[in-house]
């Protein structure tokens, strides 16, 4: 899949996810490729645009742990955390080789976020969503 193409096919996943949740699940995404220690920002749509990638090392300190060299090839493979709130990056989709979907909601926590339970219907959109690219990976 192509960048344009997995855009197109996250904010389609995305309004399913949100139709499903009843509002906004991640006010804010960004398509980032890692490749060591540098980053490449593919994407953004959110309310931080100007500050997302400078304070992108703080903001997925949480989720860093999970990202181990098993899982940034495999697209399809994703993670939540419970400790991001706020700029906090709560959850990842790896779209492809060393590149990532990172979404967030900066008004709460995903510990708020799964409480509701609106979030029984809506996560199996993000399941969904995950497994286009398991079938077919962002290839940049």
């Known amino acids: 899949m192509n960048l344009e193409a997995a855009i197109q096919r996250i904010q389609k996943s ?3 996810l949100d139709e499903a949740y009843g509002r906004a699940v991640f006010d804010e995404i960004a ?4 490749a060591g220690s540098e980053l490449k920002l ?9 500050e ?15 990202l181990t060299a098993e ?10 955390t419970r400790e ?4 906090g990056i709560d959850a990842y989709i790896c779209l492809g080789p060393e ?6 909601n900066t008004e709460k926590s995903m510990s708020e976020v799964t409480a509701d339970p609106a979030w029984f219907n809506a996560q199996g959109e993000f399941l969904n969503a995950s497994q286009f690219f398991a079938v077919d990976p962002l290839s940049i």
Request: glycine share 12%.
């Open 52 to 66: 997302f990638m400078s304070d992108f090392a703080d903001d997925s300190r949480s989720l860093r742990k999970e």
């Open 71 to 80: 899982q940034s090839a495999n697209g399809g493979e994703f993670s939540f």
């Open 99 to 104: 590149v990532y979907l990172f979404c967030n």
């Open 84 to 87: 991001g709130d706020g700029a």
């Open 14 to 16: 995305f309004a399913k």
């Open 31 to 34: 398509v980032v490729g890692i």
């Open 42 to 50: 593919y994407h953004y749509a959110g309310p931080r645009e100007a």
